[in-house]
């Protein structure tokens, strides 16, 4: 009988020192975290919010933890395969108006609001659900990195994408690129590119500031600021550009030798005239062509120029 109360003691008491064990938590610098009630007669509700840099903290027994990144975080786009990784680099491509695939390189700098109901409001609405991940596992938003990824992925991505698609799209590829000009005719035509990949910057930055709150259903992010480094050409089409280019630059070299033979052509020319009109200049001409230190010097001699050895 005593061993049995002992054996019910120990199965009631147990569990409890477990769940009061693991009912301290704590931040460091870089996480916020979201505490959910999870006890058998608890509900599931979010119980508390803590703080960045915190110390232990009671969160009560049986109490899930859901951590998110506090700090700025960044989210990278690239025209370059070999760059993308798993983990905040996607390579981007989107069409201009005018049919060309234009590679993107930009970054975009956020912040997760760290107010406290805002952060109950983004748990309960991607902290309770799991996002697909790369190699199709299923992982909470809160679930390290690659959660975050995920998450990143599936919710916030699609929003950038069509931003950029907006104002990539409405605009001609030679407004982006200068040298995709050469795809229209031989000629490149001078364009203000900085001043067309601003613009499309700044609406891209309008453009995620009302759609991002709108899609996601809250003001879930703070300090959100794209960054449009440039715009690209896929590598096919650069190639062609290239060549273009090259041939361009041949056309004109060899345009430059023809103007130079013709403007020495008529300079000797206009020399020879000269020459024929006075034959004393001529000859003085040929004086001073002469070596230094000449001791025989004989016109009409092929022998007649002299020059002393050293």
Not at 101 to 117: A, K, R, S, W
Not at 146 to 166: H, M, S
Not at 214 to 236: D, Q, W
Request: glycine content about 8%; overall charge negative; aromatic content about 6%.
């Amino acid at each position: 009988m005593r061993i049995a109360l002992a054996v019910i003691a120990a199965l009631i008491v147990l569990p409890l020192l477990i769940g009061g064990v693991g009912g301290l938590e704590s931040t460091d610098g870089g996480q916020v975290a979201v505490v959910r009630d999870g006890g058998p007669l608890d509900d599931n509700k979010v119980r508390q919010v803590i703080d960045p840099g915190s110390g232990m903290t009671w969160t009560g027994m049986w109490s899930a933890t859901h951590l998110y990144p506090a700090q700025q975080r960044f989210y990278t786009i690239t025209a370059d395969a070999k760059r993308a990784t798993t983990l905040g680099v996607d390579v981007v491509t989107v069409p201009s108006s005018d049919g060309v695939n234009l590679g993107i390189e930009g970054t975009l700098y956020f912040t997760l609001n760290l107010d406290h109901e805002t952060l109950k409001k983004f748990d309960d609405k991607y902290g309770t659900r799991t996002f697909r991940a790369q190699d199709d596992s299923s992982l909470y938003a809160w679930d390290g990195d690659e959660g975050w990824t995920a998450f990143f992925g599936q919710a916030v991505r699609p929003v950038i994408d069509n931003a950029l698609r907006g104002q990539i799209g409405a605009k001609r590829c030679a407004e982006l690129v200068p040298s995709c000009s050469l795809l229209e005719s031989s000629a490149l035509k001078p364009q203000d590119s900085n001043a067309n990949i601003a613009e499309v910057q700044d609406a891209v930055n309008a453009s995620l500031a009302r759609d991002l709150p709108a899609t996601l259903g809250g003001e879930f992010f703070s300090g959100i600021r794209f960054t449009l480094a440039k715009v690209t050409l896929p590598a096919e089409v650069q190639q062609a550009v290239d060549r273009s280019l090259a041939a361009s630059a041949a056309v004109s070299e060899a345009q430059a030798k023809v103007a130079q033979a013709k403007a020495e052509a008529e300079a000797n020319r206009a020399r020879q005239d000269g020459y024929d009109k006075c034959p004393a200049c001529a000859e003085i001409e040929k004086l001073k062509s002469l070596p230094q230190g000449i001791t025989v010097y004989a016109p009409g001699n092929p022998q007649s120029v002299v020059v002393p050895a050293r």
